[in-house]
């Protein structure tokens, strides 16, 4: 039922930059330059705007754009959208660092916190340093911003590529900026966006929602049991608001079921898994990250191999804990991960969390 467990080392990636929280890195415009260049090490500061992170809020086609833009110009990719738009195969923006997609696409930016799982979103703390726009995003009642076309053109030149190169589906990640499923959805983007779904039939949409009560008045007229290329999935990050969202996504058809249990913030104790393809596994990032113990890892790993769940342990997250003590992780150089990403640098004795693993490729039609 799922991809073999060797699977590891072929769907894990080694990704540098970590989304912060709150208090992150990206303090400020200048602050996301300075951290991304110091994740990128010295000597490669001329890098930084082709950051994945930068080109995903910015838009900005690195090799394509001669201009020099400004601290103010990049940040707004409704500005420099006239340059960003001519987007073209070799030249495809959107990469993602999340480690379980291969791009992400933002039909929108802003949302408003829902359960403990917001507490620290980094989209939030990223919209309210106005590094993309002048104006807030978040919030009952406050506008969220469209994008620009040169935005909504890219997933057509990622399907065009995978197409061409004919290895595989890539998973696209839909919203790290918003939540699809916001009843405050700018007027007719969520219809853009299925529209733009129906026509990238070779990617993989994954529609990840902290609202699952809203998903069955916000599918399309022709969704019957499900598209082929969307995959369906809730975040799960605490037994008493995330686990209901279990619930509610089981009933809805889709072919393709996932659950994130991130950040997982408790002991879920016994998780019906019913009705659920994949689960990914995470601990929270940034500053105000709270913990988060291998223990919990370790049940809900047992629990998807007696579901015949695939899981996906994405990151141990700043704080991990084995029982009551903290698990510092540190990097080759010696420095602390305050991600905990990369399995090398998990201890031995955590070798059985590394798992990443896929649903089978007969639950999404058309693989
Ligand atoms: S639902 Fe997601 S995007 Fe919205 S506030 Fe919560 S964590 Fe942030």
């Not at 990914?280 to 191999?305: F, H, K, N, Y």
Request: proline share 5%; aromatic share 6%; glycine share 10%.
């Amino acid at each position: 039922m799922r991809e073999s467990s060797d699977s590891f080392r072929r769907h894990g990636r080694d990704r540098g930059v970590e989304k912060s929280g709150r208090g992150g890195m990206m303090g400020s415009r200048s602050g996301l330059r300075s951290g991304v260049i110091n994740e990128l090490g010295k000597g490669k500061a001329r890098a930084w705007r082709e950051h994945p992170v930068v080109t995903a809020i910015t838009g900005h086609v690195p090799s394509q754009c001669r201009c020099e833009i400004g601290a103010r110009r990049w940040a707004d990719s409704r500005v420099h959208g006239p340059q960003a738009s001519r987007t073209t195969e070799r030249n495809i923006v959107g990469k993602t660092t999340i480690n379980w997609a291969d791009y992400t696409f933002n039909p929108w930016h802003g949302c408003t916190e829902v359960s403990a799982g917001c507490v620290n979103c980094y989209a939030e703390a990223l919209d309210r340093r106005h590094l993309h726009s002048e104006k807030e995003h978040w919030g009952p009642g406050v506008q969220r911003q469209i994008m620009n076309d040169s935005i909504w053109e890219q997933p057509h030149a990622w399907n065009r590529k995978a197409l061409r190169d004919g290895a595989g589906r890539p998973r696209v990640f839909c919203a790290s900026m918003a939540d699809w499923a916001d009843k405050e959805a700018p007027d007719g983007q969520r219809a853009k966006l299925w529209n733009i779904i129906r026509q990238t039939p070779a990617l993989d949409w994954l529609l990840l929602t902290k609202r699952p009560r809203n998903v069955l008045r916000y599918l399309p007229a022709d969704w019957g049991n499900g598209y082929s290329n969307v995959w369906l999935g809730v975040t799960c990050e605490n037994r008493g608001q995330g686990v209901p969202r279990l619930e509610t996504l089981r009933k809805i058809p889709a072919r393709v079921r996932f659950v994130s249990f991130e950040p997982l913030l408790e002991d879920l104790g016994s998780v019906n898994l019913d009705g659920v393809h994949w689960a990914i596994i995470g601990g929270e990032t940034g500053r105000s990250a709270r913990p988060m113990a291998i223990e919990w890892v370790r049940s809900l790993l047992d629990q998807c191999r007696c579901a015949g769940v695939a899981a996906w342990v994405k990151q141990l997250g700043r704080c991990p804990t084995v029982g009551e003590q903290p698990l510092v992780l540190r990097d080759k150089e010696g420095h602390r991960d305050s991600k905990g990403e990369d399995p090398a640098v998990w201890p031995s004795k955590l070798h059985e969390l590394k798992v990443r693993e896929l649903p089978t490729s007969n639950l999404a039609i058309g693989r």
